[in-house]
């Protein structure tokens, strides 16, 4: 199966989801930096729906999607600019 921003989308709306933050833009030194936050229930954040924010965030605090540019991995586990992450849901 091909995964696509269309999967990611599917899987940011389904209950019992945990997002594990990896990396992280950090300002301070203008690059990606490890944070580790290891898996944990999502924050859903108050973007309206339709805009850019929400958009990219999928709704989702810790989540920063780039359209086009991200490099999804089975699991799905999201690489870009911005840092990485993994959504899942529990088994």
Do not use: H, P
């Not at 833009?25 to 309206?48: A, H, P």
């Not at 339709?50 to 709704?59: A, I, K, R």
């Not at 699991?75 to 911005?82: D, P, Q, T």
């Amino acid at each position: 199966m091909k995964l696509t921003r269309r999967n990611l989308n599917k899987l940011a709306k389904q209950e019992n989801l945990f997002l594990n933050i990896k990396t992280a833009f950090s300002g301070m030194t203008d690059c990606c930096e490890d944070v580790k936050t290891g898996f944990e229930s999502v924050t859903y954040n108050d973007t309206k729906k339709g805009t850019y924010l929400n958009d990219v965030t999928l709704g989702i605090e810790g989540v920063w999607s780039i359209k086009g540019r991200d490099l999804l991995d089975v699991g799905i586990e999201v690489y870009n600019s911005c840092g990485s992450f993994i959504l899942a849901t529990k088994n």
